[in-house]
């Protein structure tokens, strides 16, 4: 700052000297020049103040503005967080009401919890936090708030395996409501197909799928899934039905262990 300050004092001597060696200029305008140019250069200066003071404040407040933002955006987080907490167990209660209504049906039931998920992804198998002790079997069914979601298929002590019903070795009786044609609906890893269906019988998209509990194992009556396509193939005695479960173990956190014929 000081260099600039001297540097001006050494231009403004040299002007008045230059100015001075020409005689048609007045002394009185030479004697003023020095205040012209410091008050140019003062209101330059003032300018430059006012419009840097106004950067800066603009500055100012486009951080407070983001730092709003940010926490306004923070906040907005958190809410829908708790709105996806109030889904989820708005969910969990209304699935809890359905299965104590099928419980109501059904006598003989024990809810379990769904602890993990091992094996494959093809596999669909499943921990439950019971087992022998609190009176779970091999081939028990597993009953979800919506329908069958699979079935027991190794106990412990104090734990079970269970596969889903889109596991491939789940397999299940069943009959479509509307038309009454009996088929068996088995998963494939990823979701159910009902085999053994003849070409003339009456299945469309849509049709809603119970069981019919005639292998000993499922209640009758419960629903396992909807046929969602069906097809004719030229080289196969039987339709080729795909059917998506209308529940899944992997959305129940409680589910109902059943075997027909437990007291």
Do not use: C
Not at 157 to 170: H, K, M, V
Not at 189 to 204: A, C, E, Q
């Amino acid at each position: 700052m000081k260099k600039v300050v001297f540097l001006y004092l050494i231009i403004v001597g040299i002007s008045v000297y230059l100015l001075r060696l020409q005689k048609s200029i007045p002394t009185t305008y030479l004697l003023d020049l020095p205040w012209k140019i410091s008050s140019k250069l003062y209101n330059t200066f003032y300018s430059v103040k006012s419009e840097g003071k106004s950067i800066i404040k603009t500055h100012i407040d486009a951080t407070k503005i983001i730092q709003e933002n940010e926490k306004l955006k923070i906040e907005n987080t958190e809410l829908r967080i708790k709105l996806q907490s109030y889904y989820y167990f708005k969910e969990e209660n209304e699935k809890l009401r359905s299965l104590l209504n099928i419980k109501s049906q059904i006598e003989t039931t024990i809810p379990v919890e769904v602890s993990s998920w091992i094996g494959e992804y093809w596999e669909q198998k499943f921990v439950l936090n019971k087992g022998k002790k609190d009176g779970l079997k091999e081939g028990m069914a597993l009953i979800g708030g919506n329908g069958i979601v699979g079935m027991i298929v190794k106990v412990e002590e104090d734990r079970a395996i269970a596969i889903s019903n889109t596991d491939p070795s789940f397999a299940i009786h069943v009959e479509d409501f509307r038309s009454k044609v009996k088929g068996i609906a088995r998963g494939n890893g990823y979701y159910m197909n009902l085999n053994f269906v003849p070409p003339t019988m009456d299945v469309k998209p849509g049709d809603l799928l119970i069981s019919t509990g005639i292998e000993g194992i499922f209640p009758p009556g419960i629903v396992v899934g909807r046929v969602i396509e069906v097809q004719k193939r030229i080289d196969s005695k039987f339709l080729e039905i795909k059917v998506v479960p209308t529940d899944s173990i992997l959305t129940n956190r409680i589910v109902l262990a059943y075997k027909k014929g437990d007291k």
